[in-house]
């Protein structure tokens, strides 16, 4: 596509439930990056997904958070059992490669838990 | 412990000024830096970036100046327009970008005419 997207746009659960938000990078970017940003804070990394090689996951918060990256191209970051906190803007960014240079972001999911 | 740092949070220059953003960062590691734009409900998009071998990089009203001795870089908007207002993120990698990007808090940045 044109540019990246996410869906959903917004996203509003209740504490306790899972939810997946997608990313779907630009045809060709082979380095895609999850971001997140929390009221009042900059970009947070979560995971970084490069090729077919192992992802960079040291950023993910908790175990209840998880990510997978099928065929190359559309990825999906799950959260289990969402709690307050998590509450966020979920940023999704591709490159053509690592050290290209900017990242092409999503205009993101603003997930609320209430 | 926040290795990029944007210590203004917020910044207002009037339209026509000079506008400078600061960043610091804490990694010697760190050799590639960006600055990214963000307007409400959009993604952030790339703004201007500087190698580590460079002290300066120009791109039209947008110029971002890299002190490594100081690890500090400053991003310089002339003139300012009223269309530059929004949230800019300083942006750091090591590895010549070969690692996830750094991000600090972000200025906001307003313009007024």
């Known amino acids: 596509g044109a540019g990246v997207s996410q869906s959903p746009s917004n996203k509003v659960t209740e504490k306790g439930k899972d939810v997946e938000l997608r990313c779907d990078p630009i045809?060709?970017?082979?380095?895609l990056y999850w971001y997140r940003q929390s009221l009042g804070q900059g970009l947070e990394f979560l995971i970084y997904f490069q090729g077919n090689s192992a992802p960079d996951k040291s950023g993910l918060p908790s175990d209840r958070f998880s990510a997978e990256r099928t065929g190359g191209s559309v990825s999906t970051l799950t959260i289990q059992r969402t709690q307050q906190e998590d509450s966020a803007v979920y940023l999704c960014a591709s490159s053509s490669s690592p050290g290209s240079g900017g990242y092409t972001f999503g205009s993101g999911t603003r997930l609320t838990v209430v | 412990d926040q290795q990029v740092k944007q210590n203004s949070p917020s910044l207002s220059v009037q339209e026509g000024r000079i506008s400078i953003l600061n960043c610091d960062y804490t990694n010697s590691m760190f050799d590639y830096f960006l600055w990214y734009k963000k307007y409400p409900a959009e993604g952030p998009t790339f703004l201007i970036s500087?190698?580590?071998?460079?002290d300066k990089n120009e791109d039209g009203r947008f110029t971002v100046f890299l002190n490594k001795s100081a690890k500090h870089l400053s991003l310089h908007i002339v003139p300012s327009q009223p269309g530059d207002s929004a949230v800019y993120f300083c942006?750091?990698?090591?590895?010549?970008?070969?690692?996830?990007?750094?991000f600090g808090k972000g200025t906001r940045l307003s313009v007024i005419a």
């Open positions: 942006a750091a990698s090591a590895h010549s970008g070969n690692t996830p990007l750094v």
């Open positions: 045809s060709g970017h082979t380095a």
């Open positions: 500087i190698s580590s071998i460079k």
